[in-house]
């Protein structure tokens, strides 16, 4: 499996962005998918996640603010995040997970500041 993150970017707090993250090779065997960040001098955290049947979940901070989907015929899953802060700046990745294994992308810059 193959993860490709895109669409992070320098925003000004109280602004949005989408992230993409399409996903090729066997990606029959994607259940769970998520995204998680990690900002400069902290450990990487878990944002979100969406189950292969479509639930999700989110960290505190980030619900009602961030929306998880996933598109299942293109393979591509996203994240939708509205009324940014600057306590939301990170790298974001996104993760894919099958029976044996995690995959991860490289990675996407958020920067939220004025």
């Known amino acids: 499996v193959q993860l490709m993150d895109s669409g992070g970017g320098l925003v000004q707090p109280g602004g949005s962005l989408r992230l993409s993250c399409a996903a090729s090779?066997?990606?029959?065997?994607?259940?769970?998918m998520a995204w998680y960040r990690q900002a400069p001098g902290k450990q990487r955290e878990r944002v979100t996640l969406i189950t292969s049947d479509g639930a999700t979940n989110y960290e505190d901070s980030v619900k009602g603010r961030f929306t998880i989907a996933r598109n299942n015929a293109n393979n591509t899953l996203f994240l939708q995040m509205n009324n940014l802060k600057p306590e939301d700046t990170a790298v974001y990745y996104c993760?894919?997970?099958?029976?044996?294994?995690?995959?991860w992308g490289q990675g996407t810059q958020v920067t939220v500041s004025s």
């Open positions: 090779g066997r990606i029959f065997s994607i259940g769970t």
């Open positions: 993760n894919a997970r099958t029976p044996d294994y995690w995959y």
